[in-house]
């Protein structure tokens, strides 16, 4: 992937921030989102970053060695966690917009232009943005904030899986297996998963 969505941005803007999260379908841990801001003009053709694209995409192997590379090409990146008890309080969507906005204010320098994977952003910030669907595998920023988004959840979840071993987050990193279902009807959840996600798995009602 190149920067050739960005480029005709950057004549009007010197920081374009690519925003994209991970971790709003799992059933357990936090929703995380990552900001990151490229120099000005960045090229990736002839570098590592050439082979960046949606981290879905990627395996887990490709997205650990790119994003300590995404880490040293940015100008600035951020990454913001809401954890599942805000996700129960305030709803999944809304806690997906305060990680994003998050991440953003947590940049060193506010950057002049947004661009959010997806098609809905509610911005807390008084700086332009634009909703770019599946914008993780069109938009080179994005991809890489979908990349450290991605990268930084499961590690998390590998961790939530020594606290919690008996649930297997190291493996499917809180998201509805049917493996996961089935821990969760044997042993009922843990103190990580999100009371406000029903499974009719479980006969729950949503």
């Not at 920067?3 to 374009?16: C, D, F, M």
């Not at 961790?159 to 297996?177: I, N, S």
Request: proline share 6%; charged share 25%.
């Amino acid at each position: 992937m190149n920067t050739e969505y960005e480029w005709p941005l950057w004549h009007n803007a010197k920081l374009i921030c690519g925003i994209d999260e991970a971790g709003r379908g799992p059933l357990a841990g936090p929703v995380v989102a990552a900001a990151v801001v490229f120099p000005r003009h960045f090229r990736a053709e002839e570098t590592p970053l050439e082979r960046l694209d949606d981290s879905k995409k990627l395996s887990a192997k490709e997205r650990e060695l790119l994003a300590p590379l995404i880490k040293k090409a940015a100008k600035f990146w951020a990454i913001a966690a809401v954890e599942h008890d805000c996700i129960d309080a305030i709803n999944i969507l809304q806690a997906t917009m305060l990680a994003m906005n998050n991440a953003v204010m947590l940049l060193p320098q506010l950057p002049d232009l947004l661009l959010v994977d997806g098609n809905r952003f509610t911005s807390e910030l008084t700086i332009p943005f634009q909703t770019v669907v599946k914008g993780d595998s069109k938009v080179f920023s994005i991809a890489a904030a979908s990349v450290l988004a991605k990268t930084h959840r499961d590690e998390t979840m590998v961790a939530y899986g020594a606290q919690y071993p008996l649930y297997g987050f190291e493996r499917h990193a809180g998201y509805a297996t049917k493996t996961h279902i089935e821990t969760i009807r044997q042993l009922g959840r843990c103190p990580i998963h999100r009371q406000s996600f029903k499974l009719r798995q479980l006969g729950e009602k949503p």
